[in-house]
């Protein structure tokens, strides 16, 4: 079974490596909400982010602690009445991301400028802020 964990936003690993500014602006000015994320096996960082990239990235300066939940197979998804801060379809949304990126998110690893390999959430702002200031 799952469960919910307050963690310090450093013990967060990105398993993706785009952010698209639209979608940040998007989540700005709304309270940060349950993140799911697994355990991560491999690298021994903390945690994969499962899902919630953009909505992390909108409010992460303001939080250094996130409440998260840890999914501990590809099928323990967030029940419908564990928080009321989740609309249903965020729920859904969240739960297909547990299902579909389980797995592969242990081994991936987003790659920034020069083939640098990102492992903290606080890098891969980083990296994505430096590349689109230069757009």
Do not use: C
């Not at 940060?32 to 690298?43: A, C, G, R």
């Not at 890098?123 to 689109?132: C, E």
Request: aromatic share 10%; charged share 25%; proline share 5%.
């Amino acid at each position: 079974m799952g469960e919910i964990l307050t963690i310090n936003r450093t013990q967060l690993r990105p398993t993706q490596n785009y952010l698209i500014n639209k979608h940040i602006e998007k989540y700005i000015g709304q309270a940060l909400k349950l993140i799911p994320v697994t355990k991560d096996e491999v690298w021994g960082i903390g945690y994969n982010i499962l899902d919630g990239h953009h909505r992390l990235s909108s409010i992460i300066e303001e939080n250094p602690v996130i409440q998260v939940w840890v999914a501990n197979s590809p099928r323990d998804f967030i029940p419908t009445n564990i928080t009321d801060t989740l609309l249903p379809e965020e729920i859904e949304e969240h739960n297909f991301q547990i299902k579909k990126r389980f797995t592969t998110s242990q081994m991936y690893v987003p790659i920034g400028t020069h083939g640098k390999e990102i492992f903290s959430f606080d890098d891969f702002l980083k990296y994505h802020y430096k590349i689109n200031s230069k757009s």
